[in-house]
């Protein structure tokens, strides 16, 4: 069998260069795309699920799904191959070099400004996904990614479900996160642009208050989230806010927000309230702690629901088939996270604890300047600066081998960040008389 590796080329232009994250079903590299000149996220399935069918559905159903969706609050795919050399599937999608909304969550509570900023640009990206009849299925924070200059993108549409399609779920089963599930969802309704809603607002109930709503054990989390009311908010939220967290948390679907462009709307009202501007910042989470972005944990997360027996509802009392249902769930889920968690346990840059944090520093990277220069002394200014440089080579027959291409990000970037630094070689058959010695390799 095949092991997916550094240095491997998928479809003859994406060069995979570190895995960046991995659960139960797939894992995620950073890659170079050759043709294009840019890096990339390719996410593999592994190799004992290329013969599953409803594994290769799914990760078909979310290349398809995600790929209808065309908004800059969505994570687009840009390609996808049926066949790797691992003999599964890849998805090639934008890289998003950033940090989740679960890493800045884990700071403690945020700002009502900053949180209606994420807030808005997640419903606004659901609604275009609704708009598309497309349902998320599992909107949390570890969905929801951080881009450089604060834009927020959903990520994972491989449990997202279409209107009229075939369901991809065994009977019985209910994929999802717990501790963000409808609660209608866990009786057993199917996920309808109301249960996105209600985990938007759990997202953001956590954002606020510092901490999820319900603990517990996960089954303990997920009923409570059938038959609890969902906590009051701090004293110090606007009104406003709490307001809207509450509605989007009702328990009845039908109480709920009309629709995702109308949180969107209503998000942007109230931090113009707030802030005395309707211009979106994404300004600093809170008060002595970091900056928008803190130091990246990982860029793409992978979900998976292992495939579970069939089980019989019947005829049950809602409670009943409200503990049956989550119950399975959970199963899952904690079958997902324990596949996964050896590759959680040690991510390759720790955000630091919430107390004793230091003030962000920035520093400021000018592409247009570092373009053109030799890649060694870009490389060694960067690091010099505080930043850790990741450099993607392809191929330019015009430009000398070791010569920087681009530099992303660009401006103000997070001492701590990875940068990637594209730099060219010499295509394949084609040597240049000057260069640091990299037109020998064909690394693109």
């Known amino acids: 069998m095949v092991v997916p590796g550094d240095g491997m080329l998928l479809a003859g232009r994406y060069r995979l260069q570190d895995r960046i994250a991995a659960g139960g079903a797939g894992e995620v590299w950073r890659a170079a795309d050759a043709v294009l000149g840019r890096a990339v996220a390719v996410k593999l399935l592994r190799p004992e699920y290329a013969g599953n069918g409803e594994m290769l559905a799914r990760f078909r159903a979310e290349a398809r799904y995600a790929a209808l969706v065309c908004h800059p609050g969505v994570v687009p795919v840009y390609d996808y191959g049926p066949v790797g050399p691992v003999g599964a599937p890849f998805l090639v999608m934008e890289l998003v070099d950033g940090p989740s909304l679960a890493d800045v969550a884990a700071f403690g509570p945020l700002e009502p400004a900053w949180v209606l900023d994420v807030a808005g640009q997640v419903a606004a990206g659901l609604a275009a996904a609704h708009a598309q009849g497309l349902v998320h299925r599992d909107i949390k924070p570890a969905n929801l990614l951080l881009a450089p200059g604060g834009t927020v993108k959903i990520t994972d549409f491989g449990i997202a479900s279409a209107a009229g399609s075939a369901s991809l779920t065994l009977a019985g089963t209910l994929p999802g996160t717990p501790g963000y599930l409808a609660p209608e969802r866990a009786a057993g309704a199917p996920a309808t642009a109301a249960s996105d809603l209600y985990s938007l607002g759990v997202v953001a109930w956590e954002c606020l208050a510092g901490a999820p709503p319900f603990t517990g054990t996960p089954l303990e989390i997920a009923l409570a989230h059938v038959d609890r009311?969902?906590?009051?908010?701090?004293?110090?939220?606007?009104?406003?806010?709490?307001?809207?967290?509450?509605?989007?948390?009702?328990?009845?679907?039908?109480?709920?927000?009309?629709?995702?462009?109308?949180?969107?709307?209503?998000?942007?009202?109230?931090?113009?309230?707030?802030?005395?501007?309707?211009?979106?910042?994404?300004?600093?989470?809170?008060?002595?702690?970091?900056?928008?972005?803190?130091?990246?944990?990982?860029?793409?997360?992978?979900?998976?629901?292992?495939?579970?027996?069939?089980?019989?509802?019947g005829r049950l009392r809602p409670r009943q088939l409200a503990a049956l249902a989550v119950a399975v769930l959970l199963a899952a889920w904690l079958a997902a996270e324990i596949s996964g968690a050896a590759s959680r346990a040690h991510p390759a840059s720790p955000v630091p604890a919430a107390s004793g944090v230091p003030a962000a520093r920035m520093v400021m990277v000018d592409d247009a300047a570092l373009a053109g220069q030799p890649a060694d002394p870009v490389l060694s200014q960067l690091r010099r600066a505080g930043l850790q440089p990741s450099v993607v080579r392809v191929p330019d027959g015009h430009l000398a081998p070791g010569t920087v291409i681009s530099v992303r990000p660009a401006g103000q970037v997070l001492a701590g960040r990875t940068v990637t630094v594209t730099t060219a070689i010499a295509p394949a058959g084609h040597r240049r008389g000057r260069g640091n010695g990299e037109g020998d390799r064909n690394d693109g």
């Not at 998000?267 to 979106?280: F, K, P, Y």
């Open 229 to 313: 009311v969902m906590p009051p908010l701090p004293a110090t939220i606007p009104a406003g806010v709490a307001d809207l967290v509450a509605e989007l948390t009702a328990k009845d679907p039908a109480a709920r927000p009309a629709s995702a462009a109308s949180v969107a709307a209503r998000t942007g009202q109230l931090r113009a309230a707030i802030t005395g501007t309707a211009t979106s910042t994404m300004a600093r989470p809170a008060a002595g702690r970091p900056g928008p972005l803190p130091p990246t944990l990982a860029a793409i997360t992978v979900h998976h629901t292992p495939r579970l027996g069939r089980l019989r509802l």
